[in-house]
């Protein structure tokens, strides 16, 4: 089974959301049993809290049932554990090579690295716009799990 680790700062929008998605895309085209996502933070300030309300009723929005979800930090134990960890931005990738010591395997890149147009994933926390953040995070998925069914 693929595991796939999301990470954000915070751990209750962006990430989250990116995990559930994936699972949602992944078990709706026949690859459920395939692959596993879970997500977390660069930072603790938000550990224990829920998904943000604006990013379920996003997921909810699209038909995409929210899931509980708790926010945790990056360890270095996920480091072993998952085989691709994918950022939602720079500042979150540099974060988690500060913590990990580095990325020896090479398992860590942006999520929209899978698209035609690689670039940061704004934080909807600070913009107030969950729907381009869910837009950009579903392309990011989609062209992940393109790459994913052809290996």
Not at 121 to 144: L, S
């Amino acid at each position: 089974m693929r595991q796939v680790l999301f990470v954000c700062h915070g751990n209750i929008c962006r990430s989250p959301m990116a995990a559930i998605l994936l699972r949602a895309m992944a078990y709706s085209i026949g690859w459920g049993e395939s692959l596993w996502a879970d997500s977390c933070g660069v930072s603790g300030e938000e550990e224990g809290n829920p998904l943000d309300r604006r990013a379920a009723a996003v997921l909810l929005a699209h038909g995409i049932r929210p899931e509980r979800h708790e926010a945790r930090r990056f360890s270095r134990a996920d480091y072993e554990e998952f085989d691709d960890i994918l950022c939602m931005e720079e500042r979150n990738r540099r974060g988690i090579l500060r913590l990990n010591g580095g990325d020896p395997a090479g398992k860590i890149r942006l999520l929209l690295d899978y698209t035609d147009d690689p670039h940061d994933i704004a934080d909807p926390w600070y913009t107030g716009d969950f729907e381009k953040a869910y837009r950009e995070i579903r392309a990011g998925c989609t062209g992940y799990l393109q790459q994913f069914c052809i290996k």
